[in-house]
Protein backbone atom coordinates (compact mmCIF):
# COMPACT_ATOMS: atom_id res chain seq x y z
CA UNK A 1 0.00 0.00 0.00
CA UNK A 2 1.39 3.29 -0.96
CA UNK A 3 2.09 5.74 2.10
CA UNK A 4 0.08 8.68 1.76
CA UNK A 5 1.29 12.02 1.16
CA UNK A 6 1.80 14.93 3.99
CA UNK A 7 -0.72 16.97 4.05
CA UNK A 8 -0.77 21.09 5.28
CA UNK A 9 -2.68 22.20 8.61
CA UNK A 10 -5.74 23.92 6.57
CA UNK A 11 -5.81 20.82 4.11
CA UNK A 12 -6.06 18.40 7.28
CA UNK A 13 -9.08 20.47 8.84
CA UNK A 14 -10.56 20.66 5.89
CA UNK A 15 -10.62 16.95 5.81
CA UNK A 16 -12.03 16.33 9.36
CA UNK A 17 -15.00 18.94 8.03
CA UNK A 18 -15.20 16.81 4.87
CA UNK A 19 -16.30 14.03 6.79
CA UNK A 20 -19.18 15.97 8.89
CA UNK A 21 -17.58 17.14 11.80
CA UNK A 22 -18.48 20.74 12.64
CA UNK A 23 -15.75 23.58 12.38
CA UNK A 24 -16.88 26.91 13.97
CA UNK A 25 -13.85 28.61 12.98
CA UNK A 26 -11.31 27.34 10.91
CA UNK A 27 -8.50 29.67 11.76
CA UNK A 28 -8.30 28.09 15.05
CA UNK A 29 -8.54 24.29 13.85
CA UNK A 30 -5.81 25.25 12.07
CA UNK A 31 -3.91 26.55 15.34
CA UNK A 32 -4.48 23.64 17.23
CA UNK A 33 -3.36 21.46 14.51
CA UNK A 34 -0.39 23.22 15.06
CA UNK A 35 0.21 22.22 18.47
CA UNK A 36 -1.13 18.79 18.49
CA UNK A 37 -0.28 16.36 15.77
CA UNK A 38 -3.11 15.50 13.50
CA UNK A 39 -2.93 11.69 13.83
CA UNK A 40 -3.06 11.97 17.81
CA UNK A 41 -6.14 13.83 17.65
CA UNK A 42 -7.69 11.62 15.35
CA UNK A 43 -8.04 9.41 17.85
CA UNK A 44 -10.44 11.42 20.15
CA UNK A 45 -12.82 11.38 17.07
CA UNK A 46 -13.67 7.29 17.22
CA UNK A 47 -16.33 7.85 19.55
CA UNK A 48 -17.90 9.69 16.92
CA UNK A 49 -16.76 8.03 13.82
CA UNK A 50 -19.27 5.62 11.86
CA UNK A 51 -18.15 2.71 9.83
CA UNK A 52 -17.79 4.50 6.58
CA UNK A 53 -15.10 6.51 8.53
CA UNK A 54 -17.26 9.97 8.74
CA UNK A 55 -18.63 11.45 11.62
CA UNK A 56 -22.25 11.26 13.52
CA UNK A 57 -24.63 14.39 13.03
CA UNK A 58 -23.66 17.23 15.69
CA UNK A 59 -19.92 15.93 15.94
CA UNK A 60 -17.92 19.49 16.41
CA UNK A 61 -14.17 20.33 16.17
CA UNK A 62 -14.49 22.26 19.68
CA UNK A 63 -15.66 19.48 21.62
CA UNK A 64 -13.38 16.81 20.75
CA UNK A 65 -10.48 19.42 21.68
CA UNK A 66 -12.30 19.88 25.04
CA UNK A 67 -11.91 15.99 25.26
CA UNK A 68 -8.37 15.89 24.17
CA UNK A 69 -7.44 18.66 27.18
CA UNK A 70 -9.83 16.40 30.01
CA UNK A 71 -7.61 13.81 28.82
CA UNK A 72 -4.44 15.15 29.09
CA UNK A 73 -5.41 16.72 32.84
CA UNK A 74 -6.62 13.53 33.99
CA UNK A 75 -3.36 12.04 32.84
CA UNK A 76 -1.66 13.99 34.69
CA UNK A 77 -3.40 13.71 37.93
CA UNK A 78 -3.06 10.27 37.19
CA UNK A 79 0.68 10.13 36.63
CA UNK A 80 0.89 12.09 40.07
CA UNK A 81 -1.02 9.41 41.69
CA UNK A 82 1.14 6.54 40.10
CA UNK A 83 4.06 8.12 40.99
CA UNK A 84 3.17 7.95 44.49
CA UNK A 85 1.88 4.03 44.31
CA UNK A 86 5.75 3.29 42.42
CA UNK A 87 7.23 4.81 45.32
CA UNK A 88 5.58 3.80 48.13
CA UNK A 89 6.02 -0.16 46.49
CA UNK A 90 9.96 0.26 46.03
CA UNK A 91 9.94 1.73 50.23
CA UNK A 92 7.71 -1.43 50.94
CA UNK A 93 9.42 -3.97 49.13
CA UNK A 94 12.88 -3.00 49.67
CA UNK A 95 12.38 -2.92 53.97
CA UNK A 96 10.52 -6.82 53.66
CA UNK A 97 13.45 -8.27 51.50
CA UNK A 98 16.08 -6.75 53.31
CA UNK A 99 14.73 -7.50 56.66
CA UNK A 100 13.88 -11.41 55.27
CA UNK A 101 16.90 -11.85 53.18
CA UNK A 102 19.33 -9.03 53.98
CA UNK A 103 20.84 -6.42 52.09
CA UNK A 104 21.70 -8.04 49.09
CA UNK A 105 19.55 -11.14 48.76
CA UNK A 106 17.82 -10.19 46.23
CA UNK A 107 21.08 -11.50 44.65
CA UNK A 108 20.28 -15.05 45.27
CA UNK A 109 18.14 -16.61 42.78
CA UNK A 110 16.83 -19.44 45.51
CA UNK A 111 15.17 -16.54 47.56
CA UNK A 112 12.78 -16.36 44.78
CA UNK A 113 10.17 -18.78 42.74
CA UNK A 114 11.15 -21.52 40.59
CA UNK A 115 9.09 -19.52 37.80
CA UNK A 116 11.77 -16.27 38.50
CA UNK A 117 14.14 -15.85 35.43
CA UNK A 118 16.63 -14.35 37.36
CA UNK A 119 19.69 -14.29 34.60
CA UNK A 120 17.60 -12.36 32.89
CA UNK A 121 16.85 -10.11 36.23
CA UNK A 122 20.23 -9.25 36.77
CA UNK A 123 20.87 -8.81 32.98
CA UNK A 124 18.13 -5.77 33.55
CA UNK A 125 19.17 -4.62 37.07
CA UNK A 126 22.43 -3.97 35.10
CA UNK A 127 21.19 -2.09 32.44
CA UNK A 128 19.30 0.01 34.40
CA UNK A 129 22.59 0.27 36.28
CA UNK A 130 24.59 1.40 33.20
CA UNK A 131 21.85 3.84 31.92
CA UNK A 132 22.34 5.53 35.36
CA UNK A 133 26.08 5.14 35.17
CA UNK A 134 26.64 9.16 35.72
CA UNK A 135 24.02 9.70 38.72
CA UNK A 136 25.89 10.10 41.87
CA UNK A 137 24.43 7.26 44.01
CA UNK A 138 25.50 5.10 41.15
CA UNK A 139 28.94 6.29 40.80
CA UNK A 140 29.48 6.24 44.69
CA UNK A 141 28.68 2.43 45.58
CA UNK A 142 30.64 1.63 41.65
CA UNK A 143 33.26 3.16 43.76
CA UNK A 144 32.73 2.32 47.39
CA UNK A 145 31.10 -0.22 47.55
CA UNK A 146 32.72 -2.60 44.40
CA UNK A 147 29.41 -2.04 41.92
CA UNK A 148 27.72 -4.12 44.95
CA UNK A 149 23.57 -2.42 45.73
CA UNK A 150 22.01 -3.03 49.19
CA UNK A 151 18.30 -3.56 48.20
CA UNK A 152 17.09 -0.55 49.60
CA UNK A 153 19.44 1.33 46.90
CA UNK A 154 18.58 -1.21 43.86
CA UNK A 155 15.14 -0.70 43.85
CA UNK A 156 15.71 2.97 43.06
CA UNK A 157 16.53 1.58 40.10
CA UNK A 158 14.13 -0.63 39.04
CA UNK A 159 11.12 0.60 36.78
CA UNK A 160 7.25 0.15 37.64
CA UNK A 161 7.48 -3.52 35.47
CA UNK A 162 10.78 -4.66 37.03
CA UNK A 163 8.63 -3.69 40.76
CA UNK A 164 5.82 -5.84 39.16
CA UNK A 165 7.81 -8.42 38.42
CA UNK A 166 9.96 -8.34 41.52
CA UNK A 167 6.81 -9.04 43.68
CA UNK A 168 5.29 -11.45 41.29
CA UNK A 169 8.37 -13.59 41.64
CA UNK A 170 8.41 -13.80 45.08
CA UNK A 171 7.97 -17.17 46.87
CA UNK A 172 3.86 -17.43 47.36
CA UNK A 173 4.63 -17.10 51.26
CA UNK A 174 6.07 -14.08 50.63
CA UNK A 175 3.57 -12.99 48.28
CA UNK A 176 0.94 -13.42 50.78
CA UNK A 177 2.51 -12.16 53.50
CA UNK A 178 3.61 -9.06 51.82
CA UNK A 179 -0.14 -8.72 49.95
CA UNK A 180 -1.49 -9.15 53.30
CA UNK A 181 0.25 -6.77 55.64
CA UNK A 182 0.85 -3.63 52.72
CA UNK A 183 -2.15 -3.90 50.53
CA UNK A 184 -4.66 -5.93 52.65
CA UNK A 185 -5.65 -8.49 49.75
CA UNK A 186 -4.30 -11.20 48.18
CA UNK A 187 -1.49 -12.22 45.72
CA UNK A 188 -3.94 -12.47 42.94
CA UNK A 189 -5.16 -9.36 43.20
CA UNK A 190 -2.23 -7.46 43.87
CA UNK A 191 -0.07 -8.98 41.12
CA UNK A 192 -3.44 -7.78 38.50
CA UNK A 193 -3.71 -4.56 40.00
CA UNK A 194 0.02 -3.92 39.93
CA UNK A 195 -0.43 -5.23 36.05
CA UNK A 196 -2.81 -2.33 35.25
CA UNK A 197 -0.86 0.43 37.05
CA UNK A 198 2.22 -0.65 35.54
CA UNK A 199 -0.08 -0.40 31.71
CA UNK A 200 -1.78 2.47 32.98
CA UNK A 201 1.55 3.91 33.88
CA UNK A 202 3.37 3.78 30.71
CA UNK A 203 0.67 5.25 28.62
CA UNK A 204 0.42 8.40 31.01
CA UNK A 205 4.64 8.30 31.07
CA UNK A 206 4.04 8.75 26.77
CA UNK A 207 1.39 11.34 26.56
CA UNK A 208 -0.91 8.30 25.45
CA UNK A 209 -5.17 8.57 25.17
CA UNK A 210 -7.17 7.21 27.91
CA UNK A 211 -10.51 8.01 26.95
CA UNK A 212 -12.60 6.10 24.60
CA UNK A 213 -9.48 2.95 25.44
CA UNK A 214 -10.01 -0.47 25.57
CA UNK A 215 -7.11 -2.07 28.07
CA UNK A 216 -5.21 -5.08 27.62
CA UNK A 217 -4.88 -5.77 31.67
CA UNK A 218 -7.74 -6.68 33.66
CA UNK A 219 -7.50 -5.60 37.42
CA UNK A 220 -9.38 -9.00 39.44
CA UNK A 221 -11.75 -8.32 42.04
CA UNK A 222 -12.55 -5.08 41.77
CA UNK A 223 -15.98 -4.23 43.28
CA UNK A 224 -18.57 -2.59 41.46
CA UNK A 225 -16.91 -3.49 37.85
CA UNK A 226 -19.15 -5.38 35.07
CA UNK A 227 -17.76 -8.04 32.68
CA UNK A 228 -17.71 -5.46 30.20
CA UNK A 229 -15.73 -3.38 31.87
CA UNK A 230 -13.52 -4.86 32.91
CA UNK A 231 -10.38 -3.24 30.17
CA UNK A 232 -12.45 -0.21 30.53
CA UNK A 233 -10.11 3.64 32.20
CA UNK A 234 -12.76 2.63 35.42
CA UNK A 235 -11.62 -0.53 36.38
CA UNK A 236 -7.87 0.91 35.95
CA UNK A 237 -8.83 3.57 38.31
CA UNK A 238 -10.18 1.45 40.82
CA UNK A 239 -7.24 -0.61 40.75
CA UNK A 240 -5.06 2.67 41.34
CA UNK A 241 -7.17 3.79 44.33
CA UNK A 242 -6.76 0.50 45.75
CA UNK A 243 -2.65 0.63 45.27
CA UNK A 244 -2.63 4.31 46.74
CA UNK A 245 -0.74 4.35 49.77
CA UNK A 246 -2.82 7.05 51.53
CA UNK A 247 -6.98 6.21 51.28
CA UNK A 248 -7.38 9.83 52.98
CA UNK A 249 -5.06 11.74 50.71
CA UNK A 250 -6.95 9.99 48.05
CA UNK A 251 -10.24 11.24 49.49
CA UNK A 252 -9.47 14.54 50.44
CA UNK A 253 -7.15 15.63 47.90
CA UNK A 254 -6.98 13.33 44.73
CA UNK A 255 -10.29 12.51 44.11
CA UNK A 256 -11.79 16.04 45.16
CA UNK A 257 -9.87 16.76 41.89
CA UNK A 258 -10.66 14.58 40.24
CA UNK A 259 -14.37 15.37 40.31
CA UNK A 260 -13.51 19.04 39.56
CA UNK A 261 -11.99 18.15 36.13
CA UNK A 262 -14.97 15.91 35.44
CA UNK A 263 -17.49 18.81 36.35
CA UNK A 264 -14.99 21.48 34.35
CA UNK A 265 -15.42 19.33 30.95
CA UNK A 266 -19.16 17.69 31.71
CA UNK A 267 -20.53 19.28 28.51
CA UNK A 268 -17.72 17.96 26.60
CA UNK A 269 -17.21 14.31 28.29
CA UNK A 270 -19.47 11.41 28.32
CA UNK A 271 -18.87 8.72 31.20
CA UNK A 272 -19.94 5.71 28.90
CA UNK A 273 -17.41 6.40 26.84
CA UNK A 274 -15.11 5.53 29.72
CA UNK A 275 -17.10 3.46 31.53
CA UNK A 276 -17.37 5.42 34.64
CA UNK A 277 -20.98 5.21 36.74
CA UNK A 278 -23.45 8.20 37.20
CA UNK A 279 -22.08 8.09 41.06
CA UNK A 280 -18.71 6.85 40.14
CA UNK A 281 -17.18 9.61 42.70
CA UNK A 282 -19.20 8.30 45.43
CA UNK A 283 -17.71 4.46 44.57
CA UNK A 284 -14.10 5.42 43.92
CA UNK A 285 -14.26 6.52 47.97
CA UNK A 286 -10.92 4.54 49.41
CA UNK A 287 -11.52 2.39 52.70
CA UNK A 288 -9.15 3.03 55.10
CA UNK A 289 -6.35 -0.09 55.28
Not at 77 to 106: Q, V
Not at 214 to 228: G, L, R, T
Not at 255 to 268: N, Q, V
Amino acid sequence: MEIKKATTYREQAEKIEQRGCCIENLDDAVRCLETINYYRLSAYFLPFRKEDGSYIAGTSFSRVVQIYEFDRQLRRLLFSALEEIEISMRARLAYFHAHKYGPTGYLIESNFSPSHKHQKFLETFNREVEHSSNVPFVKHHQNCYDGVFPVWVAVELFSFGMLSYFYADLVLADQKHFASECYKTVPKNLKSWLRCATDLRNICAHYGRLYYRIFSAIPANIEKVEEKEERSLWAAFLAVRNLYPNPKKWNEELLPSIKDLFEKYSSAIQLGHISFPEDWAEKAFAKEK
